[in-house]
């Protein structure tokens, strides 16, 4: 997959999601540093702007009814999870009610990912994809 360079504040979205999706269709995940890097976002503050435009995917999946796409991007330090900001992120959405941190956290960690996996992975439509 070709890499565009994204060193400006704004991260291609469309090219994200398209990272994103190829790491669900593997029924896998990545840290924000191999996505960040994967999508072409350079620094400065590229794991910040990686979170910035995670969320507005987040958003988009949320109102559309889809599993988060942004579950397959977790942490090297949170052993799989992603990083706290996912979990209130979801809980701002109305899609989780637990802290960030935690059995409640890891368990609606898992659901979404799984659904995730399930949604891209070669299984899914693509009337369910959209």
Do not use: C, K, W
Not at 3 to 15: I, K, Q
Not at 82 to 108: D, K, T, V
């Amino acid at each position: 997959m070709g890499r565009t360079s994204t060193s400006s504040a704004e991260v291609d979205g469309a090219a994200l999601r398209a990272v994103l999706e190829a790491v669900a269709a593997e029924g896998a995940t990545r840290t924000y540093a191999q996505v960040a890097a994967a999508a072409g976002i350079e620094p400065p503050q590229s794991i910040h702007r990686l979170n910035m435009a995670l969320e507005r995917l987040m958003d988009a999946d949320a109102a559309a009814g889809r599993p988060l796409l942004a579950a397959v991007v977790v942490s090297r330090t949170r052993q799989g999870l992603p990083a706290p900001g996912f979990f209130a992120h979801a809980r701002q959405l109305g899609r989780y009610h637990g802290p960030e941190r935690g059995s409640a956290a890891a368990e609606f960690h898992a659901q979404e990912l799984a659904a995730v996996h399930e949604r891209y992975s070669g299984e899914g439509t693509a009337n369910e994809r959209e």
